[in-house]
């Protein structure tokens, strides 16, 4: 087989690191965006608020691979404890720029080499609590907004690219321990497992769909 080539974003730390080894442990290049420093010749400065540190990551790892198989939309972030009614919207704007436009953007800029190329594989990175079924209490309201947005993104960028070999899915990883949620009892590595199952999806597998450990999960 080819070697894949991915951009994992948000991919210094945490669930995205995890999700990064996951995938070189299949055998991927993986790129790993990160906002600032990097460990490695293969980290990336990628802003994903900023168009112009998107293009500039995009075409740094097409000048070096001539390629980008895999995008997985990591990066996000949270406006912790509000509530609808009072919520700083200034804030909320903060969280959709990061957590929807932060995606869109790094999707738009990998889809059409995906699409010339007749294979790809992007998977946004959700959470249960964007799941307009469980969405019964009023935490957290700019980021669970912003994941229920990325879910309608999801099937949208699905229902667009439906025929290329372009498969586009959502993953929960469930409560994962992060620098958002430091008392989560899941590892990053458990975590990262249906992300890293959808990125490397064979060319019969599902698009357009909503996963948590492998199976459906509600909208």
């Not at 951009?7 to 965006?33: C, F, K, M, P, S």
């Not at 992060?178 to 590892?187: F, I, K, L, N, V």
Request: net charge neutral.
């Amino acid at each position: 087989m080819e070697q894949r080539t991915a951009l994992v974003t948000g991919a210094n730390r945490g669930l995205g690191a995890a999700i990064a080894e996951g995938l070189a442990g299949q055998g991927v290049r993986v790129w790993r965006g990160v906002r600032e420093g990097g460990g490695t010749a293969r980290d990336v400065r990628l802003d994903v608020r900023d168009e112009k540190s998107v293009t500039a990551a995009v075409r740094r790892i097409l000048d070096e691979d001539g390629r980008i198989d895999i995008l997985v939309n990591n990066a996000g972030i949270t406006d912790g404890k509000q509530t609808p009614a009072t919520a700083d919207l200034g804030v909320a704007a903060h969280v959709w720029d990061t957590n929807v436009l932060g995606a869109w953007r790094c999707a738009q800029a990998v889809v059409p080499g995906m699409v010339a190329a007749g294979y790809g594989r992007i998977v946004n990175i959700g959470s249960t609590l964007g799941s307009l079924a469980l969405m019964d209490r009023p935490t957290e309201p700019g980021y669970r907004v912003s994941k229920a947005g990325l879910n309608a993104l999801t099937r949208l960028l699905a229902a667009e690219l439906a025929g290329t070999g372009v498969l586009v899915n959502a993953a929960s990883p469930g409560w994962v321990r992060t620098d958002m949620s430091p008392t989560a009892t899941r590892g990053p590595a458990e975590g990262a497992d249906t992300p890293v199952w959808l990125a490397t999806l064979p060319d019969d597998g599902p698009t357009g769909g909503f996963f948590r450990d492998r199976e459906p999960l509600a909208w």
